[in-house]
């Protein structure tokens, strides 16, 4: 192997070590979520998103804890609540069962203190059911997050 093709190769190897060290954790993750569809803004003001069948967002690694907002518009055919499985990381969380139809829930859900050198973490959402040719599953308000305070 000539001197300029070792070059190369060795830059190239560089190249992808970068690229994947930046895709690892890259800076822009916050704002990536899929399974949502656009925010809207029912009558009273409050900002929400409809979520599919699956729907997953990422939160600050350092946060100790969520409050999740979910409502479920659209009860089984048969009166049964909706449920949503939560997980974080690819872990079960909680089940957060919606028995009351249009009414907000609020849980607080603490989030796992496992050591990550990662600056975001991805929540998961898994609603039992959906409806529609939209495939609408519940809907999700703005999420509030708890953090330790600097210094713990």
């Not at 029912?42 to 969520?66: E, I, N, Q």
């Amino acid at each position: 192997m000539t001197r300029a093709r070792l070059s190369g190769a060795l830059a190239l190897v560089a190249l992808l070590l970068g690229a994947a060290a930046y895709l690892y954790d890259p800076p822009w993750i916050a704002d990536v979520t899929s399974g949502f569809r656009d925010w809207e803004e029912d009558p009273p003001g409050t900002r929400f998103r409809w979520t599919t069948g699956r729907a997953s967002f990422f939160v600050p690694s350092d946060a100790t804890a969520m409050t999740l907002p979910l409502r479920a518009l659209f009860p089984g055919p048969d009166g049964t609540p909706v449920s949503v499985q939560v997980s974080v990381d690819d872990r079960w969380l909680a089940d957060v069962v919606l028995a009351d139809a249009d009414a907000w829930r609020r849980p607080v859900l603490p989030l796992p203190r496992r050591p990550t050198h990662r600056r975001y973490r991805r929540v998961d959402l898994r609603v039992s059911r959906t409806v529609g040719p939209y495939i609408l599953g519940v809907q999700t308000g703005e999420i509030g997050l708890e953090r330790l305070a600097p210094g713990r």
